[in-house]
């Protein structure tokens, strides 16, 4: 049984910084793609980020691309979202997903993934 458990949100100014963790375990995690999506309220979930196997191929939403970086290490089955100069419309639950058939695509879409995590809520202040 694949378990996704994030960690790291919290509340921040506007400005600052968060990392967020995902910890994965009954897998073999350098098989899945790791992707973040994040859900504000009544919105729909959104695409993050995604980083490939191996960490080399990433993907970034138009709306995150040059304050945030995805990273992942192997050994500690743990995939990392590093958040900076956050704003308040990054306010939302953030989530990582696991991607079991990764074709080096973007995978934008939650359909894309097999499996899920709890969430860590972020907010941020103005």
């Known amino acids: 049984q694949v378990q996704l458990v994030e960690s790291g949100g919290g509340l921040v100014q506007a400005g600052g910084s968060l990392r967020l963790s995902c910890a994965a375990s009954?897998?073999?995690?350098?098989?899945?793609?790791m992707g973040w999506f994040r859900q504000a309220p009544g919105k729909e979930r959104e695409f993050v980020a995604v980083?490939?196997?191996?960490?080399?191929?990433?993907y970034y939403a138009d709306s995150v691309k040059g304050r945030f970086t995805i990273s992942r290490d192997n050994a500690k089955n743990t995939v990392y979202l590093q958040m900076n100069s956050l704003k308040p419309e990054d306010t939302a639950d953030y989530y990582c997903?696991?991607?079991?058939?990764?074709?080096?695509?973007?995978?934008?879409?939650?359909?894309?993934?097999?499996?899920w995590g709890q969430g860590t809520q972020v907010t941020v202040s103005s």
């Open positions: 980083i490939g196997w191996s960490g080399r191929r990433t």
């Open positions: 997903a696991a991607d079991a058939n990764w074709d080096f695509s973007p995978s934008r879409y939650p359909s894309d993934y097999d499996y």
């Open positions: 009954g897998c073999t995690f350098s098989s899945y793609a």
